[in-house]
C-alpha cells in the first residue's frame, strides 16, 4: 500500500498562483509513476499532470500546458504541481495519484492506471 498526503490547496484570484504539494510513504519501490488529477462538481476526474519517477519525465492535459509545473523529490518521495496564471475553469479538487507496476502499462494519463489516491485538496479560483 502507498499513503498520499496532499497539501497546499486555498483560493486564489485569477491569474494567481498556487502550488500542490504531495508527500507517498509505504511501499513506494512499485511505484513509476504519480500525478495529479482534478474533479470539478458534477464531472468526471480528469488528468492533469504526471512524472515518471524514473526518468522525469513529464506530460500534461492540453488544458495547462505552459502554466502547471510537475516536479519530485526523489529522496522525499514528494511531487510538486506548480500552478500559475490560474483561471476560473481550473477551480476543482485536486488529487494525488501513485501507481503500481501491475497497471505500469497503462499510459500515464489514464485514470485506471493509478491505484493509489490522495485525499484531495480543494482549489477555488474567483474571477
Request: proline share 2%; with cysteine.
Amino acid at each position: 500500500q502507498v499513503q498520499l498526503v496532499e497539501s497546499g490547496g486555498g483560493l486564489v484570484q485569477a491569474g494567481g498562483s498556487l502550488r500542490l504539494s504531495c508527500a507517498a510513504s509505504g511501499r513506494t519501490g512499485s511505484t513509476y509513476a504519480m500525478g495529479w488529477f482534478h474533479q470539478a462538481p458534477g464531472k468526471e476526474r480528469e488528468f492533469v499532470a504526471a512524472i515518471n519517477w524514473n526518468t522525469g519525465g513529464t506530460y500534461y492535459a492540453d488544458s495547462v500546458k505552459g502554466r502547471f509545473t510537475i516536479s519530485r523529490d526523489n529522496a522525499m518521495y514528494t511531487v510538486v504541481l506548480q500552478m500559475n496564471s490560474l483561471k476560473p475553469e481550473d477551480a476543482a479538487v485536486y488529487y494525488c495519484a501513485a501507481d503500481h507496476r501491475s497497471t505500469a502499462y497503462l499510459g500515464i494519463m489514464t485514470r485506471n492506471r493509478y491505484s493509489y489516491w490522495g485525499q484531495g485538496t480543494q482549489v477555488t479560483v474567483s474571477s
